[in-house]
């Protein structure tokens, strides 16, 4: 009976030890900027980054900036080469006859709502803290 507790415990303890160092240590924070090409900032969306394991999210501040997590938002990010896309940076119209769902506009081109064609990347590691995103507005000149 013992040596089945002492077992028992023994196991219970390597598997809480394991847990802890798995979650330590391993992601990066990770803060930056979404902007157009002219410097101006994305005022709003999610940006999502996809390595094909790890999801992780961020919402867009009115600034263009964002802080990124993976079970909650700025727990920071694994290491890696994530693709990276965005979704919800759309506008809302005016809607006098009150449809459902409200008419938007989309701010940003439509390559950009899709991790398998936004062509938008980061690698990161350790030194990866702040940078900026660039995206192209849906038409040239409009926005």
């Known amino acids: 009976m013992n040596k089945t507790i002492t077992r028992i415990s023994i196991l219970l303890l390597t598997t809480a030890a394991f847990f802890s160092f798995a979650g330590c240590g391993g ?56 693709n990276v896309y965005i979704t919800g940076a759309e506008e809302m119209l005016d809607n006098p006859e009150g449809k459902f769902p409200p008419p938007t506009r989309p701010l940003i ?9 936004s062509g938008l990347t980061v690698t990161i590691d350790k030194a990866t803290k702040d940078f900026t995103i660039t995206v192209e507005s849906p038409e040239e000149g409009r926005r």
């Open 27 to 82: 992601h990066t924070q990770l803060k930056g900027k979404i902007a157009f090409e002219d410097g101006s900032p994305l005022t709003t969306g999610m940006v999502i980054f996809d390595d094909g394991t790890t999801l992780a999210r961020a919402p867009i501040q009115p600034d263009g900036t964002f802080i990124a997590g993976t079970e909650k938002e700025n727990n920071g990010l694994p290491p890696g080469t994530y």
């Open 109 to 117: 081109h439509k390559k950009h709502t899709a991790a398998e064609t």
